[in-house]
């Protein structure tokens, strides 16, 4: 096990001219009139974000904002893991390892990650405060890419273990995450709970073994199975070819700066609370920031393969079990499925539920205030 060494976000000139000249000779497709976003990404914003990108986007702003945060990097069973790593600002401050998901970078936690280590600059109290380390997945970001197969949920969690407690020294800690990130942190609160203060997440990534056929459901439930097949059958197109042939998607989106906008920023828009209007949760500088990170360390391919391995080398709760490390659900309106706290219960130790009065699927940076202040709560008596 490697100690961690400081790593410094340094894009090389050539990779900016390089899609400078892609940005330059983008070929726009065709579009039916008067649809929108209904068939996808839409054509007139696309244009517009691209020229956007292309005339107005200053990476080295974003880089040096990126870099303003402590950054390391260390070799974990083997494999290249980038971190953040920011030390908290009070009298004892809990390690907390905050964990992202797809189509979204530790970009995401830019704001709040402040909010964590200093509550009391932000309002809060100093007693609350967080070490926070923030990973880039493996295959993701800054991160060492998997040269093997079976990089999914179970590799990485214990991965993400072994930096907080052998790289890093800590005996506990706490763990949050969204997306992938809440799938990681609750298979990490099954296996390791010994060394948990607890588990907090922003979307519920599992359900009971026994599924849609758990003995009485309530009415609350069937309409979250109705829901969820809703989403299946609507949105989950992503899914399925990720899930089953990420390599042939990945030629497109490594080679096509504007494909890969388009196949990333569609989901910011349809994911979280805004809408139909995507800017009006995140600026065009935000959304194009987190695709940069794809783009400058190509892991369009490397980061949607972890589809392909959940799929094929999945992770499920053995019936009648559940997760019983200590659980806070904080349950944005605009997540993708939304269970009601009966079936949350099933699977996991909820102790704190906090229904938002707003705020999506990407938590951290609609609403980093509320999603801070949800976590300072539920670990405040985490002991």
Avoid at 98 to 111: A, C, D, T, V
Avoid at 179 to 194: F, H, K, L, N, Q
Avoid at 271 to 277: A, K, L
Avoid at 303 to 328: C, D, F, M, N, Q
Wanted: aromatic share 12%; hydrophobic share 40%.
């Amino acid at each position: 096990m490697s100690k961690a060494e400081p790593f410094r976000i340094a894009v090389p000139d050539s990779v900016l001219s390089d899609l400078k000249t892609r940005l330059d000779r983008t070929r726009f497709p065709d579009e039916v009139p008067d649809t929108g976003w209904e068939y996808g990404a839409n054509l007139a914003y696309l244009r517009e974000l691209v020229e956007y990108w292309r005339t107005k986007y200053d990476w080295r702003k974003h880089e040096a904002h990126l870099n303003s945060l402590k950054h390391f990097r260390a070799d974990v069973s083997g494999l290249d893991v980038h971190f953040i790593h920011e030390q908290g600002r009070g009298p004892n401050p809990k390690p907390l390892l905050l964990i992202h998901g797809w189509p979204g970078s530790i970009y995401e936690f830019m704001e709040i990650i402040p909010m964590l280590t200093d509550p009391a600059a932000h309002g809060g109290d100093a007693r609350d405060s967080f070490t926070v380390i923030a990973p880039s997945l493996p295959g993701y970001g800054f991160s060492g890419h998997a040269k093997a197969r079976a990089m999914n949920i179970q590799a990485i969690g214990d991965i993400f273990v072994k930096l907080m407690t052998e790289t890093l020294g800590f005996k506990r800690f706490a763990v949050q995450g969204g997306d992938w990130g809440s799938a990681i942190t609750a298979r990490i609160g099954e296996v390791y709970a010994p060394h948990l203060y607890g588990i907090h997440l922003n979307m519920i990534p599992i359900g009971p073994a026994e599924g849609r056929n758990a003995p009485e459901l309530t009415p609350e439930e069937k309409v979250f199975l109705g829901d969820a097949e809703k989403f299946r059958s609507r949105e989950t197109g992503y899914q399925w070819i990720q899930g089953t042939k990420p390599q042939t998607l990945a030629y497109g989106l490594n080679d096509s700066p504007a494909g890969l906008a388009a196949w990333i920023v569609e989901k910011f828009r349809t994911w979280s609370d805004c809408h139909g209007d995507v800017e009006s949760r995140f600026s065009k500088d935000q959304l194009l920031t987190n695709v940069m990170i794809y783009w400058i360390t190509e892991t369009a391919n490397s980061s949607t393969r972890l589809y392909y391995e959940a799929r094929h080398h999945p992770w499920r709760l053995k019936p009648g079990t559940r997760i019983e490390a200590p659980a806070g659900i904080a349950m944005f309106p605009g997540e993708l499925v939304r269970p009601p706290r009966h079936w949350a219960e099933r699977v996991l130790n909820v102790k704190r539920w906090t229904d938002m009065p707003r705020g999506g699927h990407f938590a951290a940076m609609e609403e980093p205030k509320l999603l801070a202040e949800d976590i300072r709560a539920f670990f405040r008596d985490m002991n």
